[in-house]
């Protein structure tokens, strides 16, 4: 067994975590107070490379392995989660979903715009009516010989306000369930697409989470991804996947917050000594150091198994559930050490905890993830074997 990372995960990591700090940290503040969309540091990221991390160099993008993206993802996370959860839905969804499932007409297309950050891309699977149940979607695409005319509302879409790609999932033949769904590339530019109001909200107040309404949108055949009737399974492995990107941004979350908890605690001084030196908070720390290890090792386990090209969807949904909730758990506690301090905005760890919530939400909230864990665990696959690694196939 081989825990340690090459140098050029070192070097992504080294990277990332420049970038952030110069980069993001500077206006994340008042960007999250303001709800103000990061379109410049948006721009920065997709001249860098990091929208486009495991896209294959032949479509313009990084041709990382995914243990790269996980780590840029957790440094950046450290510090500004509207920006990577921008960057997580743009490289583990959208990108991931139309580099592995699209044809190769629409990875020319589409992939090289995405991957350079020229276009942000939304993953738009969610609707009013259906959240966790994912099967129930009433958006419609109509099959009508050369085109298909989509129809229907989507909520709470991440990139809603800037992205210029959206992946659509949509029922085309209500009869066969979800065996009837589909799944588009719709251009936003199109006729018929009509982006709603931002949505103001507790965390990563700077993404641009929208309400989406398609009214008789033309989707052209070609832009179908898959085999007819593909979409629900195309939905659910590309989500496998993304599950390990958000995962990685709660590691980073509890990461960041971690960090300036223990600068906190051994500069702040109460009766007589550095607050690090009291048990009550040095136990703290100690628990936190412990918990985000364990985090760190299921991540970058799940990420490993995608890159060796081994089942992974158990994996993802136990690093999920399991980074986010040391997420929420270890950012109150920062919170707790900073004291009064941790109350208000300037000291950074008040964000932090708001952003964890969503990583228990988004993506599959963490019952969900408990759904596919605990499936696999019925089905006789209490984990995944170090052993006997099970191929994953697309
Ligand atoms: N890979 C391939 N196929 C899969 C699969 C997987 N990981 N998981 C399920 N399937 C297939 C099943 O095999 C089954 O296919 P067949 O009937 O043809 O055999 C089909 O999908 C239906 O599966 P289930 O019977 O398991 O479906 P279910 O309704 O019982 O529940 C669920 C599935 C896991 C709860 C699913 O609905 C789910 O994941 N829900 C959460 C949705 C979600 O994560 N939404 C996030 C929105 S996107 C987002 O948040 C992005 C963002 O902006 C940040």
Redesign the pocket.
Known sequence: MNFSLTEEHLAVREAAREFAQKELKPGVIERDSKMEFPTEQVRMMGELGFLGMMVDPDYDGGGMDTLSYVLAMEEMSKVDNSCS?LM??NNS?VCWGLETYGTEEQKRKYLPKLATGEWIG?????EPEA?????MQRTTAVDMGDHYLLNGTKN????GGSSSLHLVIAQTNPEL???GINAFIVETSWDGVTVGAKEDKLGIRSSD?HTIMYSDVKVPKENRIGEDGFG??F???T??G??IG?AAQALGIAGGAYELALAYAQEREAFGKPIAKHQAIAFKLAQMATDIEAAKMMVYRAAWLKDQGMDY?QASAMAKLYASEVAMKHTVEAVQIHGGYGFVKEYHVERLMRDAK?TQ?????SE?QQ??IS?GVLSGQPYISMEEPVAHSH
């Open positions: 959860v997580s839905v969804l939304s993953f738009c699977l969610s959240g966790s149940d994912a099967t709470w879409i991440t990139n369930k979800h065996r989470t629900f399974k939905a659910m492995k989500l496998s993304g599950r958000i969807n969503i939400i988004y993506e599959g909230t969900v759904i596919v499936r």
